[in-house]
C-alpha cells in the first residue's frame, strides 16, 4: 500500500495566500483494480488560476486543485507502460490513482535533452495559451505590433517569443530589471520595468509611438485601463488573465473602457485555453518544434520539495519567478 502526501486548502484565502492557509495530509490508497494505474508525481505545477478557482470549485479541505507531469509506477490497463510520463490533472499529490481517462502521455518525440518539466510550461498549458490567444483571439499579422505584460511568466514569455516568429514588433513589460534584461535577451524588441517607470503611459508611448495593434493582458485592471487608451484603431486585445485583480478583498474601481473601445473601435476577447483542448496535439507539437530548434527559449523556476509547494505558489504571485514556476518533488 503506497501513502500520499497531499496539501489540501484548509482555509479559503482572504487577500494574499498565506501559508497556514494550507495544510499537509497523508492519505492511503487502495490497492489497484484492472484498468488502473498508480502515479507518482514529479514536477508539479503552481499556477494563478489556482487562487481564482479556489473559491468557485474548491471548499475547506479539498486537495488543492493543479496539474503535474507524472510517471507511471504501475499500471493494471494495458494503453498505459509503467516508467511512461504523462501530464495528469490530479491536484498536489505525490502519488495518485487513475483510470487513464484525462492523462495525456508526453509525446513520443521528447527529447531526453529537454526537461520534462516544460510539459507543464513552455510545451504545455502555460505555451498553449499563448499560442491560441495569439493566433486566435489577437489574430496578430506580420509587421504588427505587440504589447504583453507579466511578460517574464510563462505565458508572457512564449507571448513574445511566438509573435517574434510571426514577425511582429514586440513590446514587453515585467516587474523587475533582471526580467526586462531576460526579455531583451529571448528577443523582445523592447521591454521595460512597469513598477519603476515614472509614467506608464509614457512608457508605453515610447515603446511604440504609433501605438499597438494586439494586447495580450495577462494582468488587466489599472495597467490594462492605461493600455487600451495606446490602442490603434481596430485593435485587438486578448483577455487572458487578471493577476493585478486576483487578490483583492474589494473589487477595484474604473477608469473603465468603454469610450476608449468605441473611439478606437477596439475588439477586446476574454478566453480559456481549453477552448482549444481539440487542437491541444496541434499546439503541443508547434511548441515543441519551435523549442527543439531554439526558436522558443525557456527558463524556469524550479522550487525543490514537495513540502515548498505552498511557498512556491505564493512566490509566484508575488513575481518571484522567471519564466514558469515549477515544484521538483
Ligand atoms: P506567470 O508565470 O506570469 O506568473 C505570474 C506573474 O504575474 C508574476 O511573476 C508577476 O510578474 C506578475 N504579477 C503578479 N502580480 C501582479 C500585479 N499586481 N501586476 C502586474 N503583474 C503582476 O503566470 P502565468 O504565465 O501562468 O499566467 C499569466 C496570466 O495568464 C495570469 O493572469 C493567468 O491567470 C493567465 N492565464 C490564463 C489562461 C487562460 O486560459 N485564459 C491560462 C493560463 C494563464 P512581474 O514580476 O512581472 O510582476
Same mark, same amino acid.
Given at each position: ?46 499556477? &494563478?488560476?489556482? *487562487?481564482?478557482? %479556489?473559491? *468557485? ?28 510520463? !504523462? ?21 513520443? %518525440?521528447?527529447?531526453? %535533452?529537454? &526537461? ?21 483571439? =489577437?489574430?496578430?499579422? &506580420? ?14 514569455? !512564449?507571448?513574445?517569443? #511566438? ?9 514587453? =513589460? ?29 512608457? #508605453? ?8 495593434? =494586439? ?24 483577455? =487572458? ?8 478583498? !474589494? ?5 473603465? !473602457? ?8 477596439? *475588439? ?10 481539440? *487542437? ?29 509547494? &505552498? ?19
Amino acid at each position: 500500500m503506497v501513502t500520499a502526501k497531499a496539501w489540501v486548502l484548509k482555509k479559503h484565502f482572504e487577500g494574499f495566500p498565506k501559508t497556514s492557509d494550507f495544510d499537509l495530509k497523508e492519505v492511503k490508497l487502495p490497492n489497484l483494480k484492472d484498468g488502473e494505474l498508480l502515479l507518482e508525481s514529479v514536477f508539479l505545477s503552481v499556477d &494563478p488560476y489556482m *487562487r481564482v478557482y %479556489s473559491r *468557485r470549485v474548491m471548499k475547506e479541505g479539498d486537495i488543492m486543485i493543479g496539474t503535474q507531469v507524472a510517471r507511471i509506477v504501475e499500471s493494471k490497463n494495458p494503453a498505459f507502460t509503467v516508467g511512461a510520463f !504523462v501530464v495528469a490533472d490530479s491536484g498536489w499529490r505525490t502519488h495518485f490513482i487513475s483510470d487513464g481517462k484525462d492523462l495525456h502521455l508526453l509525446p513520443s %518525440s521528447w527529447p531526453e %535533452s529537454l &526537461p520534462r518539466s516544460l510539459a507543464l510550461g513552455t510545451v504545455g498549458m502555460p505555451g498553449l495559451t499563448a499560442y491560441f490567444g495569439l493566433l486566435e483571439v =489577437c489574430k496578430m499579422k &506580420p509587421g504588427e505590433t505587440v504589447l504583453v505584460n507579466a511578460a517574464a511568466g510563462a505565458v508572457g514569455s !512564449v507571448v513574445g517569443q #511566438l509573435a517574434k516568429i510571426g514577425g511582429c514588433k514586440v513590446v514587453g =513589460c515585467a516587474g523587475s530589471d533582471d526580467k526586462v534584461a531576460y526579455l531583451k535577451k529571448i528577443g523582445f524588441d523592447e521591454a521595460f520595468n512597469y513598477k519603476t517607470v515614472k509614467s506608464l503611459d509614457e512608457a #508605453l508611448r515610447k515603446a511604440s509611438p504609433d501605438g499597438y495593434d =494586439c494586447f495580450f493582458d495577462n494582468v488587466g485592471g489599472e495597467f490594462a485601463s492605461i493600455a487600451i487608451n495606446q490602442m490603434k484603431k481596430y485593435g485587438r486585445i486578448a483577455v =487572458c488573465g487578471a493577476i493585478s485583480l486576483y487578490n483583492d478583498s !474589494v473589487p477595484q474601481k474604473g477608469p473603465y !473602457v468603454q469610450v476608449s473601445m468605441i473611439l478606437k473601435e477596439l *475588439r477586446m476577447e476574454g478566453f480559456l485555453v481549453s477552448r482549444w483542448s481539440n *487542437r491541444r496535439e496541434e499546439g503541443v507539437k508547434a511548441l515543441l518544434k519551435w523549442v527543439m530548434e531554439g526558436k522558443v527559449k525557456y527558463h524556469e523556476q524550479v522550487t525543490e520539495g514537495f513540502e515548498n509547494m &505552498p511557498m512556491a505558489f505564493i512566490g509566484m504571485l508575488k513575481g518571484e519567478n522567471l519564466g514558469k514556476a515549477v515544484v521538483k518533488v
